[in-house]
């Protein structure tokens, strides 16, 4: 498997106005980052603010749903994005 140039990140908790209601922005999709990336808080390429792990390659695994705009962008640039 040859390396993306994106990693994996998930939505950062909302957290408004009331903590205890926090929900996550839309549902369990994961978001591509642009490398370099650091494990920690990121912006994806869709705009979303994430969770990055900087290890975890974008491509790493094709059945996790992914965030539609952020896979588009990574599909155009040569990310390899599976759908």
């Keep these: ?3 993306s140039l994106f990693v994996t990140g998930t939505p ?16 369990d999709l994961v978001h591509a980052v642009a490398k ?7 912006s994806s390429v869709c705009g979303l603010l ?3 792990t900087a290890d975890r390659d974008w491509s790493a695994d094709p059945a996790t749903a992914r965030c539609a705009e952020c896979a588009r962008i990574a599909d155009h640039t040569g990310g390899g994005v599976a759908r």
């Design 12 to 27: 950062v908790v909302w957290s408004g106005r009331d903590p205890w209601d926090a929900e996550a922005p839309g549902p």
């Design 50 to 52: 994430v969770t990055a």
């Design 1 to 3: 498997m040859t390396a």
């Design 36 to 42: 370099p990336a650091v494990d920690g808080l990121e």
